[in-house]
C-alpha cells in the first residue's frame, strides 16, 4: 500500500489498518493470544507487539507536543536514544511493559490510537504535508512521522501476528 500524502488518505489509513490489526488478534483464539511465538523474536507474545505501538504513540504524542505546541526542538526518537539505536530503545520498551496484560495492552492501544487519530484529525492537510511546517520535522513532514506512528506501524505488527499465526497452524 502506497504511504498517505494527504489528511483524507491518512485518517483511512491509520483507521482502516488499525481496524485489520483488531481483527487478526481476535481472529486468535483467547489462548492464541496469550501464547508465545515459537520464534526467536525480540516480541514474545501478540501483548509486546501491541504495547510496542502503544509506545511508539506516546512517543508521537510526546513529539508532537515538544515540536508543534511548545515550539522546541523534541530529542527524537527518545532520550538517550538516536535514530540508529531504535534496537536497544525498543529493547528497553519491551521491559517497561512486561507487567502489563494482554487485556490491559489492548486498551491502553486503542486509547493512544484514538489519540493518534484525534492529533490527525486537529491538523490541516497543509500543516500535516507541507515540509518545513514545523521546523523540528527538518526535511520531513509531521505526516510522514504519523504515517510511521501509525498505518505502516500496524502493518509491521500484523506481519509480526501473521507468522505467530501461520507457525501454530
Not at 508532537?64 to 540508529?84: F, I, K, S
Not at 512486561?98 to 493518534?116: C, F, G, N, R, T
Not at 509531521?142 to 501509525?150: D, H, I, K, M
Request: aromatic share 10%.
Amino acid at each position: 500500500m502506497p504511504r498517505a500524502t494527504n489528511k483524507t488518505d491518512l485518517l483511512l489509513d491509520s483507521q482502516t489498518n488499525y481496524a485489520k490489526l483488531k481483527d487478526l488478534v481476535e481472529s486468535l483464539t483467547p489462548q492464541q493470544q496469550e501464547g508465545a511465538f515459537p520464534f526467536e523474536d525480540r516480541d514474545k507474545n501478540v501483548r509486546d507487539v501491541l504495547v510496542h505501538l502503544h509506545e511508539w504513540h506516546n512517543m508521537m504524542l510526546h513529539w508532537h507536543q515538544v515540536g508543534c505546541v511548545d515550539g522546541e526542538t523534541p530529542v527524537l526518537p527518545r532520550e538517550g536514544y538516536n535514530w540508529q539505536q531504535t534496537g536497544p530503545m525498543n529493547e528497553m520498551i519491551w521491559g517497561m511493559y512486561q507487567d502489563v496484560s494482554l487485556e490491559e495492552a489492548k486498551k491502553l492501544l486503542d486509547k493512544s490510537h484514538q489519540q493518534i487519530i484525534d492529533l490527525i484529525e486537529s491538523h490541516t492537510n497543509e500543516e500535516l504535508y507541507t515540509r518545513g511546517y514545523y521546523k523540528w520535522t527538518k526535511t520531513t513532514t509531521l505526516g510522514q512521522y504519523l504515517v510511521g506512528s501509525a498505518p505502516s506501524h500496524y502493518d509491521w505488527a500484523m506481519k509480526k501476528i501473521r507468522k505467530y499465526r501461520k507457525a501454530i497452524k
